[in-house]
């Protein structure tokens, strides 16, 4: 009798901005573990992590033109990663400072899906995963600016899961805080992680591994979702315990 021996794995080529630490790397670390292959664009030389089988590329979303020079001629899935937490009154709000979040939050997305649009129409599965925030859906006091940004992404996301159909698969990710850099000085201290922790039905604190996890599901492990916004928040956006 003839055994048919397993297939091999799908390899797909992604490509990650903002892959130097937190959800990005290790996003992009669990990638190449499975055997895909990752480019991955970075702001800082010194950040941009040595990963064994991913091309690293030094890259500001803000203030500088896409390198397309280092886009392969098919790519299967991108991840727009980069974000911000500023956290002010609303009254102390300058203008600048909201210019600069959509600038990061939007506009340097808006950037990069444009650049690469034709490498994803090549593939026959290609996927894109977008950030958001938890304070889109949920009202928090001082998130008025990364809300608005990232308000604006959750309107790109379903616009262009739309418009990209049935070639490419659009999503987003609303994380809940996250044990990053990037929410550093939130969490300084075990004082400050217990308060955080407490105020989530699940009472914990999301890793940049739940959310890469979350994110590489999106990207390789199911093509039936598109348009979405998958809510990773240890249930704080919709559950109340009494």
């Keep these: 009798m003839l055994v048919q021996s397993p297939e091999a794995p799908v390899t797909n080529h992604i490509l990650i901005v903002g892959a130097s630490s937190g959800v990005g790397e290790s996003l992009l670390r669990s990638l190449i573990e499975q055997g895909h292959q990752v480019t991955h664009l970075s702001r800082s030389a010194d950040k941009v992590p040595a990963v064994s089988g991913a091309r690293g590329v030094v890259w500001d979303a803000v203030k500088e033109p896409f390198p397309a020079e280092c886009l392969p001629e098919r790519l299967d899935g991108l ?18 400072e909201l210019r600069d979040d959509l600038d990061l939050n939007l506009l340097g997305a808006v950037r990069t899906l444009q650049a690469v649009s034709e490498p994803l129409k090549r593939s026959d599965r290609a996927a894109v995963v977008l950030f958001s925030t938890v304070a889109v859906g949920t009202g928090m006091p001082f998130h008025a ?15 262009l899961a739309a ?80």
Excluded: M
């Design 145 to 159: 600016s990364v809300a608005a940004a990232k308000g604006a992404v959750e309107g790109l996301t379903r616009s």
């Design 79 to 96: 991840v727009y990663c980069p974000g911000s937490i500023r956290l002010k009154p609303f009254t102390r709000l300058r203008e600048q």
């Design 163 to 242: 418009e990209w159909a049935p070639a490419i698969r659009v999503n987003a990710v609303a994380p809940t805080i996250t044990d990053t850099p990037l929410a550093g000085r939130l969490l300084n201290s075990d004082e400050k992680r217990q308060t955080a922790a407490d105020r989530h039905p699940l009472k914990r604190i999301a890793t940049p591994e739940d959310i890469a996890d979350a994110v590489r599901w999106l990207l390789t492990g199911n093509s039936l979702v598109t348009g979405q916004v998958l809510q990773l928040d240890a249930g704080l956006s919709e559950l109340r315990l009494l």
